[in-house]
């Protein structure tokens, strides 16, 4: 979630599901967004508390840092450099 934000009514059929969801089975959930975004994800910050009210409620947050497997391969087959602050130096 969050490449794109959510239409108006696409957030609250979210909504729908989560609460459908809620306290009856798991849910996995992804996003290239911090939960402090979601407000401007989905539009309306009222629907994206609520959310996130539900599926934070018994969650496990996991956060992962860094480069995506896509962006690590392109760098890899010399498609994409690294940034000059990230390099790392090379002793000759």
Not at 3 to 8: K, N, R, V, W
Not at 15 to 36: C, D, K, P
Not at 42 to 70: E, N
Not at 77 to 92: C, D, I, R, Y
Request: aromatic share 8%.
């Amino acid at each position: 979630m969050g490449y794109l934000p959510f239409e108006p009514n696409a957030a609250h059929l979210f909504f729908q599901l989560v609460s459908r969801r809620y306290e009856r089975g798991a849910m996995l959930i992804t996003s290239n967004r911090s939960v402090g975004e979601w407000g401007t994800v989905f539009g309306d910050p009222v629907v994206a508390t609520a959310i996130l009210d539900r599926l934070l409620h018994h969650s496990h947050v996991i956060t992962i840092r860094g480069d995506s497997y896509r962006l690590r391969e392109k760098r890899r087959s010399g498609l994409l450099q690294k940034a000059a602050a990230t390099l790392e130096p090379v002793t000759v």
